[in-house]
């Protein structure tokens, strides 16, 4: 991979702030945007602004051809059947609650999730337990944040409706074995939705090779826009699916008191869309595809590497999750011991090393173990160079030795 032709895409970094070089390594919180992204979303505010499925004059149809185009880029990025197998949201986290909304439950149902979660993940269910009387089983990762197959045998019964689980943890770094937690929860008769959140962006994602029912997905996580989400779902599922909203596009005919729905996907897609978030993560879509996802994975594991071995390196570090680099992606959240994360965050910070410290939206896995404070977390991604991940090890090590 071209590492310095892929950083000259990138607007900002051509940037330097207070007129030092800076390094990036927030990616698993935002990602930064290419040019071809930012310009496709330009273009479409300054060649063609309409609405897509209403009017008829050339920028409303140019406008639905765009729209359009980039659903199927976002089917055939995770190898859906069809475009009409995604919905849009505004982002991972409306995807999520789209399911948990709009999924008949009965009470008395049951949905299996885990003590992994984002609280994007977490807490829909408990919003559809008060409101819906179903109850909720949790599967415990271990301390590293791995997951034992044979416990979601244990957890899944004749009233689970639904296995929700993330994919892969913008905490611990590990990989969900979705494959076989899928196949566990159809054997008893469970959908199962993934959040997907941290692992589209990073690593090739395959809907029909997984055999999952749902899987939700984020624009700005993967060099997109923000505002801007997928849904994925089985076709039969999604029609399936009570509309969370309803309005302009839901229907195809509105009576005084009754309206006939429209088919999926419009049905799912209440009122104005974000076309230009829709067509700027074509356009990301479009980036990733051309470098490779496969390429960006082994890449990025190079990466995780140096991370990981560096921040080991450190006996005054606490790594959280696998110290095997191969068994975890290229984030790592970690404490610096007597240290506090926002601190190390800020001094990082004053270095021009941009890390995100505190929970990470997942207080369950902070809490078992035990780290009330959070932790500090440096995620990265392809445009990252391995001369800034080393640079980052160096200036850290000295923040916790004059800290000491
Ligand atoms: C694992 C995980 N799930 C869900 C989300 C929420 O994604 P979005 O920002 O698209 O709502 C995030 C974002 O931090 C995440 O890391």
Same mark, same amino acid.
């Given at each position: 991979m071209n590492i310095e032709k892929i950083r000259s895409d990138f607007p900002v970094l051509q940037k330097q702030v207070n007129g030092k070089p800076f390094a990036y390594l927030d990616s698993a919180c935002t990602s930064l945007k290419p040019k071809p992204v930012l310009d496709a979303m330009n273009s479409y505010y300054s060649d063609y602004t309409g609405c897509a499925g209403r009017s008829v004059h050339k920028f409303a149809k140019r406008t639905e051809e765009e729209f359009a185009k980039a659903r199927a880029k976002a089917a055939k990025f995770v190898n859906a059947k069809k475009p009409n197998e995604i919905i849009w949201t505004k982002s991972a986290t409306e995807a999520i609650n789209l399911v948990a909304h709009s999924l008949k439950f009965e009470k008395g149902d049951r949905v299996v999730t885990t003590n992994l979660e984002h609280s994007?993940?977490?807490?829909?269910?408990?919003?559809?337990?008060?409101? &819906? %009387?179903? !109850?909720?089983?949790?599967? =415990?990762c271990n301390k590293e944040g791995e997951f034992n197959p044979e416990e979601f045998k244990e957890k899944i019964g004749r009233k689970t409706r639904l296995? !929700?689980? *993330?994919h892969a943890s913008n905490v611990t770094a590990t990989v969900s074995p979705l494959k076989e937690i899928t196949k566990i929860a159809h054997d008893a008769g469970a959908l199962v939705l993934a959040d997907s959140a941290q692992s589209v962006p990073h690593f090739p994602v395959d809907v029909k090779q =997984?055999?999952?029912?749902? =899987?939700a997905f984020s624009g700005h996580k993967m060099i997109g826009p923000t505002g801007i989400g997928c849904l994925y779902g089985k076709e039969d599922l999604l029609e399936k699916l009570n509309p969370m909203l309803l309005g302009g596009e839901t229907i195809t005919d509105a009576d005084l008191n009754s309206h006939v729905l429209a088919e999926v996907p419009e049905r799912l897609e209440a009122g104005i869309q974000n076309y230009a978030g829709a067509i700027g993560l074509g356009a990301a879509i479009d980036y990733l595809? %051309?470098?490779? /996802?496969?390429? *960006?994975?082994?890449?990025? &594991?190079?990466?995780?590497? *140096?991370?990981?071995?560096?921040?080991?390196?450190?006996?005054?570090?606490?790594?959280i999750g696998p110290k095997d680099s191969k068994k975890r992606g290229s984030l790592a959240a970690f404490n610096a011991k007597g240290m506090d994360p926002h601190d190390v965050a800020l001094m990082l910070n004053d270095k021009n090393f941009f890390?995100?410290?505190? /929970?990470?939206?997942?207080?369950? *896995?902070?809490?078992? =173990?035990?780290?009330?404070?959070g932790s500090v977390r440096a995620s990265l991604y392809f445009y990252n160079s391995k001369e800034e991940v080393k640079l980052f090890i160096e200036n850290l090590s000295t923040i916790i030795k004059n800290f000491s």
């Open positions: 994007s993940g977490l807490l829909p269910w408990h919003a559809v337990a008060a409101e &819906k %009387g179903i !109850s909720l089983d949790f599967v =415990l296995v !929700s689980i *993330i =997984l055999g999952i029912d749902f =899987l595809s %051309g470098i490779g /996802m496969k390429k *960006i994975e082994a890449y990025e &594991k190079e990466l995780g590497k *140096i991370l990981v071995e560096g921040l080991l390196n450190n006996p005054k570090i606490d790594l890390v995100r410290s505190g /929970m990470h939206c997942a207080y369950p *896995i902070h809490k078992f =173990l035990g780290l009330k404070k």
